[in-house]
């Protein structure tokens, strides 16, 4: 039993720190690094695709927050018992700093918010999603770790050499809290399955895999962030049935375990159809479509510019012809 314990995976003592009056909480840190190492990814795959460098900062300063709130709303919607029913604060449903987005949620109403800055700067969006694939699950396996220190999303008891310990937390006022609370010792309560380790590993493959694929295929047309879609919902439809928290329950199965399966159908369905507009599009060549005003103006002025030179070109050619006509080569004007 020593051995086992011994070879075990300690948990953080607790996930919250005190700046002063100022709560700073790993999960947040977690997420935060996540965005940023999204957006420092996307933005160098981008450029490399015929991008423009900024751009995909201004796509996230639409995509993260609409992310955030649909996160935050699939997750209180497939988890409501936490939050609504008696004894409970319905109130608490808008702490996002305590943990809880619904990665299906976040893709879905950040993939909108994405579709309104790309259509506003005239970017097509299946190429920004393609450059911004990796990153994404990249920050998914970063944001991983919030739970680690957040003592949640395991699974069931396991004598394997990596399992993890999960303490018993208290608040300074001796309540118990495993969130907020601090580890009174080191003896584990519970060795548990890392299911949060399992889905981060998955994850850094995943990220590996989509960008050795779109490297050898020349993947376009959204059909890299629809490999990073189904191999993402593989990883979570086996970790899912791993976990042990409380959760929605359809038919006795976890909710996420069939929007796992629906959604991994649903990216290689994609996958396939997108495979006939052939290799990655130009996105330099496709600057200008897609609404952006700016590009259409100059397009307009353009073609503006070239209609005039036209007509003047026309207007020197009938006049000369006047002038044949009115005068004979002899008394032609000089």
């Known amino acids: 039993?020593?051995?086992?314990?011994?070879?075990?995976?300690?948990?953080?003592?607790?996930?919250?720190?005190?700046?002063?009056?100022?709560?700073?909480?790993?999960?947040a840190l977690c997420i935060i690094a996540g965005i940023v190492a999204a957006i420092w990814w996307g933005e160098r795959r981008w450029v490399a695709r015929g991008g423009i460098k900024g751009e995909v900062t201004d796509i996230a300063v639409w995509a993260v927050p609409f992310g955030l709130v649909g996160g935050r709303l699939y997750h209180v919607i497939t988890d409501n018992q936490k939050y609504f029913g008696p004894g409970k604060n319905p109130l608490a449903a808008l702490e996002i700093w305590n943990g809880g987005l619904g990665i299906w949620g976040a893709i879905a109403l950040g993939a909108v918010g994405a579709w309104i800055a790309c259509r506003r700067r005239g970017i097509p969006l299946p190429a920004m999603a393609d450059a911004l694939?990796?990153?994404?699950?990249?920050?998914?396996?970063?944001?991983?770790?919030?739970?680690?220190?957040?003592?949640e999303l395991y699974g069931g008891d396991t004598t394997l050499p990596w399992g993890l310990e999960i303490y018993r937390r208290v608040t300074p006022e001796g309540r118990e809290d495993a969130l907020a609370g601090?580890?009174?010792?080191?003896?584990?309560i519970q060795v548990v399955h890392p299911t949060f380790l399992y889905e981060l590993l998955w994850n850094l493959g995943v990220a590996l895999l989509i960008v050795w694929a779109d490297r050898k295929f020349r993947l376009g047309h959204g059909r890299v962030f629809a490999l990073y879609v189904a191999g993402y919902t593989v990883g979570r439809?086996?970790?899912?049935?791993?976990?042990?928290?409380?959760?929605?329950?359809?038919f006795g199965t976890r909710v996420n375990?069939?929007?796992?399966?629906?959604v991994f159908f649903g990216a290689v369905a994609y996958f396939v159809i997108a495979k006939s507009r052939g290799e990655r599009e130009d996105v330099a060549a496709l600057r200008g479509t897609g609404g952006d005003p700016v590009a259409e103006t100059a397009d307009a002025t353009e073609a503006e510019a070239v209609e005039d030179k036209g007509?003047?070109?026309?207007?020197e050619a009938d006049v000369a012809e006047?002038?044949?006509k009115n005068f004979p080569e002899s008394v032609k004007p000089e």
């Open 1 to 27: 039993m020593l051995d086992a314990l011994l070879a075990t995976i300690p948990s953080p003592d607790r996930g919250v720190w005190h700046l002063g009056p100022l709560p700073i909480r790993a999960y």
């Open 133 to 151: 694939a990796p990153g994404i699950v990249l920050a998914q396996a970063i944001g991983r770790l919030g739970n680690y220190f957040n003592q």
């Open 182 to 188: 601090i580890a009174i010792d080191h003896t584990p």
């Open 237 to 250: 439809f086996w970790i899912e049935i791993m976990r042990t928290d409380e959760a929605t329950l359809i």
């Open 257 to 262: 375990v069939f929007v796992s399966a629906i």
């Open 311 to 315: 007509v003047a070109e026309d207007t």
């Open 322 to 324: 006047k002038d044949k």
